[in-house]
């Protein structure tokens, strides 16, 4: 742990401390993807992950500092929060990684703290990769052309093949802002450059299972992870079912909680959500949870690799909201 890490670490206790002499009724909702290893590159990664000692460390602060609860406790957890008792805080995990059941589980378990995985059950069968998945790999392996990438400007890929700093976010955004017939053959490019998903994408319909065992909450991330605020009314309907049964029965638990993809959702998406049963659901907007915030349109904070910093971060979002 650097000085710095240590710092911020300490500095985050104490904010934490002072905020809960506030009545307010606030909480914070994190959103995760990949934890474990060595940890990611913010600059060159879509979803660089959170190193297995960070995870630990953040684990152990929220458990020391923050009432820690599943997500679908949240909003309940907020509303009956009184004067000097800790914040409620949810750790969500998003897509069906297999870092979910290697390292983020073990690390719960050890922590003795809940999560809950919004999952999409696309890969309950066998392995399934998507483009930015297949994306990342290809610019690593340098598996692509700078020119081959069709939709997308070249000099963006040839950046991001040079490893130059963001520029891999840039390609990602020109893929997602295609229309579908497009984006698909952008990803066929992709998936043809890489190959066939490998046994390591992806959770089985067994490891979902271990999940569930384990006393971990399970929610809903779409079966195509498409960008919902796009789709046609059709679409958007059919998102919130299709795949949604077959991992139910997966779970053996309803399917009430829903994370949209990409963590974008608009006023409509949250209407057809309620209309097709789900009681909430979470965005990736950066803010904290209140007892005003929308069921259906609950914001999540996402963690930074640094365990001093990810406390900091979640520690001045709620010692400001309890200052208002």
Request: aromatic letters at 6%.
């Amino acid at each position: 742990m650097s000085v710095r890490d240590a710092a911020w670490m300490m500095q985050a206790g104490v904010l934490c401390r002072r905020a809960r002499r506030s009545a307010e009724q606030v909480g914070v909702a994190l959103v995760y993807h990949r934890v474990g290893g060595e940890g990611g590159d913010a600059t060159r990664e879509i979803l660089p992950a959170v190193s297995g000692t960070a995870f630990a460390r953040q684990l152990r602060h929220f458990r020391r500092h923050y009432r820690v609860v599943p997500a679908g406790e949240l909003l309940e957890a907020v509303r009956t929060r009184r004067l000097g008792e800790p914040f409620p805080v949810s750790i969500t995990f998003d897509d069906d990684l297999t870092s979910h059941m290697l390292n983020a589980l073990p690390a719960l378990l050890a922590a003795a703290v809940p999560a809950t995985f919004f999952l999409g059950g696309w890969s309950l069968r066998g392995p399934h990769s998507f483009w930015w998945q297949d994306l990342q790999l290809a610019l690593d392996e340098g598996l692509v052309e700078p020119h081959s990438l069709p939709h997308v400007a070249e000099a963006d890929v040839r950046a991001a093949l040079e490893r130059a700093p963001k520029a891999i976010f840039r390609v990602a955004a020109a893929i997602e802002g295609l229309d579908r017939q497009q984006r698909e053959e952008t990803a066929g490019v992709l998936r043809a450059a890489v190959g066939e998903a490998g046994p390591e994408n992806g959770l089985r319909a067994a490891d979902v299972q271990s999940l569930v065992a384990s006393g971990q909450e399970v929610g809903f991330h779409t079966l195509r992870h498409d960008a919902l605020p796009a789709l046609s009314d059709d679409a958007l309907a059919a998102a919130m079912h299709d795949g949604r049964d077959e991992l139910a029965a997966v779970t053996g638990t309803r399917l009430d909680l829903i994370s949209y993809p990409h963590g974008k959702a608009d006023a409509r998406v949250a209407q057809v959500a309620r209309g097709t049963g789900f009681t909430l659901g979470f965005t990736t907007r950066r803010s904290t949870v209140t007892p005003k915030t929308d069921p259906l349109l609950i914001p999540r904070i996402p963690p930074a690799l640094a365990a001093g910093k990810t406390a900091l971060r979640i520690a001045q979002a709620v010692a400001s909201s309890a200052a208002q």
